[in-house]
């Protein structure tokens, strides 16, 4: 690693001011960014640990609506249980390790294609709260590891609306535990939402044809003949463009068929 | 240079760190603790486990700064007061749950958290909390026999594949 200083403010104001420096870079959990350091990809001049910030880690639940500190680990939301679907995807991110130190606002932060949390946020219809403003997922997530977050823009919290029915279905990369594919649907009042992580060049995205398909049926069998295009998918050596297609397709509907 | 203070093994321990220095750096080369061992570097092995605050963590992917107030266990305080190996140390040595010896802190460490959440878990539950700990040598059946013993369930049935 290159050599940085270190600071650990204790409030967001003090870690929003800390960040005003424009080569200081905030550290949530550090499971991705210290491994990016190491490899000496990154050269921030002062790392902002947010891992001292009370206010940002937490999870609370009022009128349907579940928020979730941006400073929380995965380990408390898979421990928290409100949200089952959203509990249950953080219980399988990465190792117990991980997931003692990963934060959500890191993971949404960082929006690595191939992230669980973006499926998760995007999917529910969630709403990314900063220190400056609040952000529809829609609005949010821009491309891979591309956000609508400004220059030293905090997470400090994501509120879930909770869906009648969710679930999340990962295929797991075995080497590094993220998603080759993950699907994440969502039943709500107002349709279906189905949010695809793993599978694109442009990152997390809806499946708006499965969407409709199962607004008007929610059932597995409602995805029958629906395909997805194989264009402008993630190509490597773990599966083609068109192997992440056909698994596109066989999550959402096991996804769909395992919501509760 | 910061300087840290934090609880390892029940001491109070003070140094100082360069931002950049990690949690493991500090273990082993500061402190001489040398029992957390750095397999991978890459947070993929975790033979670096240890307990931060209670929550097993890689050591090599957390900064020393990280860890100031905080209270930390590593392989070294896991033996009984007496110096004997604890149960799942001493279970690992009755059912050869270590060849070459290189992941076992590492090992032990997530064992110990794990039964600390869970303290009869199955056999799957083992194998699925050892996701992050690789070892090259056993195949993991006699890791995986050795955690199940020191839950104190009968692994008479687990056979040594």
């Given at each position: 690693m290159y050599a940085f200083d270190i600071e650990r403010p204790a409030t967001v104001a003090e870690a929003v001011a800390a960040l005003s420096n424009e080569d200081a870079q905030a550290l949530g959990g550090g499971q991705t960014l210290i491994p990016t350091l190491k490899q000496r990809l990154a050269s921030p001049e002062k790392l902002v640990s947010?891992?001292?910030?009370?206010?940002?880690k937490g999870i609370s639940s009022a009128g349907g609506i579940l928020t979730v500190g941006g400073g929380t680990t995965h380990d408390d939301v898979a421990a928290d249980g409100s949200y089952k679907a959203l509990s249950e995807l953080a219980a399988n991110i990465g190792d117990p390790a991980v997931r003692s130190r990963g934060t959500i606002g890191g993971s949404i932060a960082n929006?690595?294609?191939?992230?669980?949390y973006p499926a998760a946020a995007l999917g529910s219809g969630a709403t990314i709260v900063t220190n400056e403003r609040e952000i529809a997922a829609d609005d949010y997530f821009v491309g891979m590891f591309e956000t609508a977050l400004g220059e030293g823009?905090?997470?400090?919290a994501v509120k879930f609306p909770i869906p009648e029915k969710a679930n999340y279905q990962k295929f797991v990369q075995?080497?590094?535990?993220?998603?080759l594919v993950g699907v994440f649907v969502a039943k709500t009042a107002d349709g279906v939402r189905v949010a695809v992580t793993g599978a694109s060049n442009e990152g997390v995205h809806r499946w708006s044809a499965a969407e409709e398909a199962l607004s008007k049926d929610f059932s597995?069998?409602?995805?029958?003949g629906l395909t997805v295009s194989a264009d402008d998918l993630i190509a490597d050596l773990h599966g083609s463009a068109e192997y992440r297609a056909h698994l596109v397709s066989v999550m959402t509907k096991r996804a769909v068929a395992a919501a509760s | 240079m910061t300087k840290v203070t934090m609880t390892i093994n029940g001491k109070s321990v003070s140094g100082e760190v360069e931002g950049r220095t990690l949690l493991s750096s500090f273990l082993r080369?500061?402190?001489?603790?040398?029992?957390?061992?750095?397999?991978?570097?890459?947070?993929?092995?975790?033979?670096c486990v240890v307990h931060v605050d209670g929550k097993p963590v890689k050591s090599c992917t957390m900064f020393a700064a990280e860890a100031d107030g905080a209270d930390v266990a590593t392989?070294?305080?896991?033996?009984?007061?007496?110096?004997s190996l604890n149960v799942i140390q001493a279970a690992f040595q009755e059912h050869h749950?270590?060849?070459?010896?290189?992941?076992t802190p590492g090992m032990v460490m997530s064992a110990a958290a794990l039964l600390k959440d869970n303290p009869k878990p199955s056999e799957a539950e083992v194998r699925e909390y050892l996701e992050g700990n690789i070892c090259r040598?056993?195949?993991?059946h006699n890791i995986v026999k050795a955690i199940m013993a020191a839950s104190g369930q009968d692994v008479s049935a687990i056979a040594a594949e």
């Open positions: 947010l891992t001292g910030v009370a206010e940002m929006n690595d294609p191939s992230a669980c823009e905090i997470i400090t075995p080497a590094s535990r993220f998603a597995a069998g409602a995805l029958d | 080369e500061d402190l001489h603790l040398t029992g957390t061992h750095i397999g991978c570097d890459t947070s993929q092995c975790g033979a392989i070294e305080g896991q033996a009984n007061a007496d110096g749950g270590l060849q070459c010896g290189f992941c040598c056993t195949g993991y």
